[in-house]
């Protein structure tokens, strides 16, 4: 009988892979540190959010297996603050002040982060911010790992003004109603302005979050896009997307009349909808799943390997995305600058943060900017294919470099591209 059971665990053993590795030496000796995990897994946004949990927890796995952090073992702490944007800050506060974490991985949308920012410049704590945004902020106390506007929102529209893009000249600026599409939408409407683009061919479109009637905004497109070759960018948020892109499949809007380009829609967000419709439509990334390199192929399936290990709803159809790659690179760039420093201080952290690098899954090296606290990082766009997945009609030659401040918002070109230092 004890044969038999040890066999068993042998084989479940190989089955998990390293992800259930025997504790290294470090881990025996009891010495272990805290990290928090701040993200929604309830409300509107969690459709986005959770699986930047269960990846960063694959990762905290992974480190262990291989030894920890200068030999301590990660012990993560989760917490939801439920898609509520105060609560975001109250759970910040608890996990710096009660839990005594030493670095948190978190937020989505960018109320949250502003939400959370005062709470972390206060304390001194340490927050990496995986999603694309809207700039026009630098902390000392923020690593972001998502995309600058310079990164996603400009070249997308560059791209449909482009003849590959389909020449667009109007313009439908559709986002959630809060900071980060507003504020991305101030940059863009400036940048159109620039290049000739009239206000009359400009439409600025704003819906609440958790908003499912998209019925009237499909048929306005429709109606707007009588007027001369128009396009859509859209920066809504969260579970929107859904009923958002039904929409389009049941009125006919295909990518051939009005191609719609989304900043906050992956992989993910498409899981639950009909992509046949929606074919030829965009998305404007730092990284597809369908990207072919070493890179992702392992990180794919060291994915696939932990949803069919933890038993998560995703693990019949394991989907990875560009928020999970800059969720995965900052807990990476996160343990090499601990081990830099020698410390899990948060002061030399950050100095050991600068000019970080990790070969990440989009397959280029993304590297941390050695003032401004954001990544280097290449720009993909893809179509969407009937599959629910992305195939890459442009990308960047290289990664790119972050702006922080825009240069189509006035007054920018005074500001330094380093943040302050308030400790």
Known sequence: MKRRLFIKTLSTSVALTALTIAAPYAHAQGKSVKVGVLHSLSGTMAISETVL?????????????????????????????????PLFAEKARQLITQDKVVAVFGCWTSV?????????????????YPVQYEGEELSKNVFYTGAAPNQQAIPAVEYLMSTDGGGAKRWILLGTDYVYPRTTNKILRAFLKSKGVADKDILEVYTPFGHSDYQTIVADIKKFSAGGKTAV???????????????????????????????????????????????????????????????????????????????????????????????????YMWKQAVEKAKSFDTDKVIVAMAGQTFKAPSGFIAMMDEKNHHLHKPVFIGEVTADGQFSVVWKTKGPIKAQPWSPFIPGNEAKKDEPANKS
């Open 112 to 128: 949250s982060r502003k939400s959370v920012l005062p709470v972390f410049e206060e304390l001194n704590g340490l927050l990496y």
């Open 233 to 331: 960018v859209s920066t809504i948020n969260g579970d929107s997307n859904v009923p958002f892109y039904k929409e389009l499949g049941n009125q006919g809007l295909k990518a051939t009349d009005v191609p719609v380009v989304a900043f906050s829609v992956g992989e993910e967000e498409l899981r639950g909808v009909d992509t046949k419709p929606l074919v030829g439509h965009l998305a404007a990334w730092n990284y597809f799943m369908s990207l072919k390199n070493p890179q992702n192929d392992g990180f794919k399936k060291k994915w696939a390997a932990y949803t069919k290990a933890k038993k998560l709803p995703a693990a019949d159809r394991p989907l990875t995305n560009d928020p999970m790659e800059a969720t995965y690179i900052g807990i």
């Open 53 to 85: 949990k269960d990846v960063a927890l694959m990762a905290f796995e992974e480190i262990n297996a291989s030894g920890g952090v200068m030999g301590y073992k990660i012990d993560p702490v989760v917490v939801d603050p439920a898609s509520n944007w």
